[in-house]
């Protein structure tokens, strides 16, 4: 971060570890799983379920083929825009919209006191846990449930598939305090799946560079998009 505050808000780190699982699953990923099972319990933010859903998931992220994880990765996040880690693209689309909302939320990252080092837009959902991480528990929380109905689609999505990667969206509704707003996300659950050929177009849009915040915890690479790492 550019400019982290003198004493971290309560609960940040939780946020930051759950943007980092849903970042790009390389070694170091996989070295930080213990720290991050121990964080969690530590500061306390989630429920027994929510925590065990999470604690399944890193003990998957621990023990499974580093390349699978990252093929599985690829398929479910990157392929598959209805599971789209793109906030944005849920809401708005191709819409005019779009280009307004990045630069708002631009906007309240650089008040914050943080940069986007590299191509990736603002929407980008670990991202967004990360500018959480910065602010006041109360405000993060409040902030959290603005694109709750998202995150409640992309779970739900998930579980049907019995992804393990749905426990990251059951905690965020957890941690926000709030269940996902029903009505929204069954309208939101409604689009479907892209044609394979928008999913290829979308595989391309990519770039192939690191992405985060100045100093923060985002950046990794892989071959056709750029999550982040610590």
């Known amino acids: 971060m550019t400019a982290a505050p003198a004493l971290r808000p309560a609960g940040a780190l939780t946020f930051r570890c759950l943007s980092r699982l849903?970042?790009?699953?390389?070694e170091d990923l996989r070295a930080a799983v213990?720290?991050?099972?121990?964080?969690l319990d530590v500061e306390g933010l989630l429920g027994e379920a929510a925590k065990a859903g999470v604690n399944r998931l890193l003990t998957d992220l621990a023990t499974a083929d580093l390349l699978d994880l990252?093929?599985?990765?690829?398929?479910?996040?990157?392929?598959?825009?209805?599971?789209?880690?793109?906030?944005?693209e849920h809401v708005y689309a191709d819409s005019r919209d779009r280009g307004p909302a990045m630069v708002e939320l631009k906007r309240a990252y650089e008040a914050a006191g943080l940069e986007i080092t590299a191509n990736e837009l603002p929407d980008f959902l670990p991202l967004y846990l990360e500018y959480l991480s910065v602010l006041p528990l109360d405000e993060a929380r409040r902030r959290l449930r603005d694109p709750?109905?998202?995150?409640?689609?992309?779970?739900?999505?998930?579980?049907?598939?019995?992804?393990?990667?749905?426990?990251?969206?059951?905690?965020?509704?957890?941690?926000?305090?709030?269940?996902?707003?029903?009505?929204?996300?069954?309208?939101l659950l409604g689009d479907g799946e892209p044609a394979e050929e928008d999913a290829q177009a979308l595989d391309e849009t990519w770039a192939e560079e690191p992405v985060g915040f100045m100093g923060g915890a985002c950046a990794a690479r892989h071959q056709s998009r750029v999550p982040g790492r610590e």
């Open 70 to 88: 990252q093929e599985r990765y690829v398929e479910l996040f990157d392929r598959q825009r209805s599971l789209s880690l793109h906030l944005f």
């Open 34 to 39: 213990p720290r991050i099972a121990q964080i």
């Open 148 to 187: 709750l109905a998202v995150i409640g689609a992309l779970g739900r999505r998930l579980r049907q598939r019995d992804e393990g990667y749905a426990a990251v969206f059951a905690a965020l509704e957890d941690l926000a305090g709030a269940p996902a707003p029903e009505e929204a996300v069954a309208a």
């Open 22 to 26: 849903l970042t790009y699953p390389q």
